[in-house]
């Protein structure tokens, strides 16, 4: 059960993009853009951390590796072009999914910030989810190793793969743009709750095979 503290931080993250739904009007495109834009801010900060971390421990293709001069770097620039490539086919799926009223949203990051970040108000969510994952920098890059947050992130992937599936579904099996908006939210919400066991479950993955 998460502490006192991130459950609250849980609900809040959970509650902001609802209340986008129901008060600014948003549609399932909207919102999976807002948790896409999330997930690059995760990214970001992750990407930070791998850079200027200050622990024992870094990654390196065979697994957790003892920290030298310029690994950071080399970690953290194959991280942001991997986890990028991932990035970049979901934001894909989700235009060729739900974007048929968003046709000329995606011609370049400038109409994209235009149209979402400043036109649909997603801004003001978008900041503090930035200020918050800066803060967490703050904790993750003095840790001793920076696994648990390479293993965070690809667990935020592949959950944004599943939030994809569970808002078409939710939209097909109901017949309900609304109804499967909610959906959406309740998905992610069982999701964050079951962050811990998660990012746990993505660091079996990340450790080296033994060779025999």
Known sequence: MPHANTLVLIVISNILPLAGV??????IYTLLVFYWCETLIVAFWTVMTIAFHQGEQTWSFDGPTARTNGAGGVAATFITLHAGFFLAIHLFLMNALYGGDWQGSMRSPLVFFETFV???????MLGLVFLHRGAIFLEERREKSVMP?????????????????????????TGSGM??????????????FQWPRLVRFGMIFMEPKKKY
């Open 22 to 27: 129901l008060l600014a009007g948003w549609d």
């Open 118 to 124: 400043i036109g649909e108000r997603l801004w003001p």
């Open 149 to 173: 947050a390479i293993a965070g992130l690809y667990m935020r992937i592949v959950v944004m793969q599943i939030v994809i599936i569970i808002g078409a579904w939710g939209v097909m099996l």
């Open 179 to 192: 109804l499967g908006l909610i959906l959406l939210v309740a998905g992610r919400a069982i999701l964050d």
